[in-house]
């Protein structure tokens, strides 16, 4: 089951997503907002946190998470003060029940990854892209619009048409038709 812990917080934060099974596992850990409640509401136990990238609104709770649970943190950027471990484009990891294929998909930042399991056919993007054909922005540091487009694109080519669920760093999580949102924000990522 996947839940967005997010739900109904006014602060500025990131989402985030609970997804529980074999591996309970926490994707980002949000900001401005006490995570620590949120996470009892549905489990009293985490098994992993898996980072999307380290863009503040997605890590500030990483402190509080680490001291109510003992876990390890998985990112792409190993040198990020709370990753434990690297986890390398094309690299594998459970979540849940399913095992989701870590891809790197910079544009937005530097370690930034999209995580995405065949079966059952779900993607987290973290800030890659969002809902009707968003994108992450590319005006921070370590932004770039040019590599942003060819991460959109690398994650077309690996998605299947048939993906059901897509969760996004920010905004809704879309189960209705979600490749498409994926290839609108191709299209309005090369517009601007």
Known sequence: MIVNLTDGIQAFTSNVFLVTGEQTVLVDTGANFDVIERIYEHTD?????VLTHTHLD????????????DVDVWGYNESFDGVDHGLEDEGAI?????EYVAYHTPGHKDDHLCLYAEEPQVLFAGDLVFQNGSFGRTDLPEGDRAT???SIDR????LDPSLRELHTGHGPS??????RHVELASQMARQH
């Open 45 to 49: 136990t985490l098994d992993t946190v």
């Open 58 to 69: 997605h890590v500030d709770n990483l402190e509080a998470v680490l001291t109510a649970f």
């Open 94 to 98: 459970t979540m849940g029940d399913h």
């Open 148 to 150: 942003l487009i060819e």
């Open 155 to 158: 994650m077309l080519e690996v």
């Open 174 to 179: 879309v189960t209705t038709d979600p490749y």
